[in-house]
C-alpha cells in the first residue's frame, strides 16, 4: 500500500486538473487555467516520486494508463455529460482495449 499511494494521489490531481481543464475549456475563465495547471505540477511532483521508488514502473505505467482513461472517461460522461457517436465509443473502446494488451 505505501507504495501504490503516490501512484493514487497521481491519478486524482491528474483527474481533477483534467476536470478543471475541462472547465477552462467552456467558460473561458482565466483562473481555472491556473488551477489546472497547479494541479498538473502537483501531479508530476508525485510521478517523480513514482520514478524515484518504484522497481516495476513498467506495471505501474500499465495500470495508470489504464485507470487514468477509465476515469477521464467517467468525468466526461457522467459529469460533463458528453455525448459520443457510434464511431468514437468504438475507438475509446479499441484504445482502451489497447492499453490493456500492452500490458499482457
Known amino acids: 500500500m505505501k507504495r501504490a499511494l503516490p501512484m493514487m494521489f497521481l491519478i486524482i490531481f491528474e483527474s481533477?486538473?483534467?476536470i478543471f481543464a475541462k472547465k477552462r475549456s467552456e467558460s473561458q475563465f482565466f483562473w481555472y487555467s491556473v488551477v489546472a495547471l497547479w494541479f498538473y505540477l502537483i501531479c508530476?511532483?508525485?510521478?517523480?516520486?513514482?520514478?524515484?521508488n518504484w522497481a516495476w514502473l513498467g506495471r505501474?505505467?500499465?495500470?495508470?494508463?489504464?485507470?487514468?482513461?477509465?476515469?477521464?472517461?467517467?468525468?466526461?460522461?457522467f459529469m460533463f455529460k458528453e455525448s459520443f457517436t457510434p464511431i468514437q465509443i468504438v475507438w475509446v473502446i479499441l484504445g482502451l482495449a489497447s492499453i490493456i494488451l500492452v500490458s499482457i
Open 60 to 77: 505501474w505505467a500499465i495500470i495508470f494508463s489504464v485507470a487514468s482513461g477509465v476515469l477521464a472517461l467517467a468525468i466526461w460522461i
Open 16 to 18: 481533477i486538473a483534467d
Open 44 to 52: 508530476n511532483t508525485f510521478r517523480l516520486f513514482a520514478l524515484k
